[in-house]
């Protein structure tokens, strides 16, 4: 492994060598030692102060998985589900609505800009929804959507929410508390390694829940309500997964939130600066939809930038994905990836590589 390369992708970030520590350390069984469980509800605090006031959900797997075990547990068949989307992975919320046999209602805004809310509330006042769901900030194109006025329309239509902020929880202010089921994920905005996916969960949305069966066992969430109380959980947790985040947060709620959301603002700026100077513009129309915790540039022939700026300066970073491959280069400054230092030196390689 390339160990001297500095990794500026938006996801999985660097994880510091705090996070790695805890992680090796020796690990409870979950199943049969009480201390787990005290570790585990120690940890679900912590996370309250990112997530707030709604019930907080820890599952054994990467961020899709969060994904689809809100669709899984709140869309049974015939229900009728409004995704809000502006790029790809507000379409992919249809494919598990379609999975789980409910119906999938895409309402689509450019993927340059936010969401189009006329359109929106034309879409809850022509028909009758069950759920909808939405992305905070669609990474790859670094777009970061309002979801504030959109979630007042979903709740003036008793319509319940599921919001994707893999990539911006903990990065950037999240609504979390008017969301009915938030998704994050480790490996993004904490820094920790990947395999863990961490919801909070409304009680509007586990009384759906408990409304009838999922056809998913492992995507189900109805066990995971009352785990913690009954010091059961439906699979053996990943523990040291589990550790490894807990010093993640550690270091997030150290430096304060507020911090953290300062320093990924600043970050991005002086990202948006420099790319500026050197004649390219980002991807999303405005610097008010652009993201604090990646940066997405229109440049032709961005793969073959990519390579060069790997290979000749050791820095790797993202293209954009699907039909923007070769189209949009992304840098990642989120998590502990959100240093100043880290940005000077991508911008000054990615002017030489352009020079």
């Not at 970030?13 to 201390?35: F, K, L, Q």
Request: charged share 25%.
């Amino acid at each position: 492994m390339d160990d001297d390369l500095l990794r500026l992708t938006p996801g999985p970030t660097e994880v510091p060598a705090a996070v790695r520590e805890r992680m090796s350390r020796a690990a409870w069984n979950p199943d049969v030692e009480p201390a787990f469980y005290a570790f585990y509800r120690d940890l679900v605090g912590k996370l309250e102060a990112v997530y707030g006031p709604n019930d907080v959900v820890i599952l054994s797997g990467e961020g899709i998985l969060g994904l689809e075990a809100a669709v899984a547990s709140l869309v049974e068949a015939g229900d009728r589900v409004l995704c809000i989307a502006n790029g790809r992975y507000g379409e992919g919320f249809a494919d598990f609505v379609g999975l789980y046999g409910g119906e999938a209602v895409v309402c689509r805004s450019p993927s340059t800009g936010g969401y189009d809310l006329e359109r929106i509330e034309a879409e809850l006042e022509a028909g009758s929804f069950d759920v909808a769901t939405m992305v905070h900030c669609e990474t790859p194109t670094g777009v970061l959507n309002d979801l504030e006025p959109v979630l007042e329309l979903l709740e003036a239509h008793e319509v319940v929410s599921v919001v994707d902020a893999v990539s911006s929880l903990g990065g950037t202010p999240v609504p979390a508390a008017r969301i009915d089921v938030c998704i994050g994920a480790t490996q993004k905005c904490f820094s920790a390694p990947p395999g863990l996916t961490v919801l909070s969960v409304s009680e509007r949305a586990w009384e759906r829940i408990e409304s009838f069966e999922t056809r998913s066992y492992y995507a189900d969430l109805a066990p995971w309500r009352e785990a913690l109380e009954n010091e059961w959980f439906p699979y053996s947790h990943a523990v040291s997964n589990l550790l490894a985040l807990d010093a993640a947060v550690d270091l997030l709620l150290e430096e304060g939130l507020e911090s953290v959301f300062a320093r990924h603002e600043a970050c991005a700026e002086r990202c948006r600066e420099r790319a500026r100077a050197v004649g390219l513009e980002t991807y999303p129309e405005h610097d008010g939809l652009a993201s604090p915790t990646v940066t997405a540039l229109s440049l032709e022939g961005a793969s073959a930038v990519s390579q060069r700026v790997r290979e000749e300066h050791g820095i790797v970073l993202a293209t954009g994905l699907g039909e923007h491959e070769d189209d949009i280069l992304r840098i990642g400054h989120m998590g502990h990836n959100a240093r100043l230092e880290h940005v000077v030196r991508a911008m000054d390689a990615l002017e030489a590589v352009l020079a």
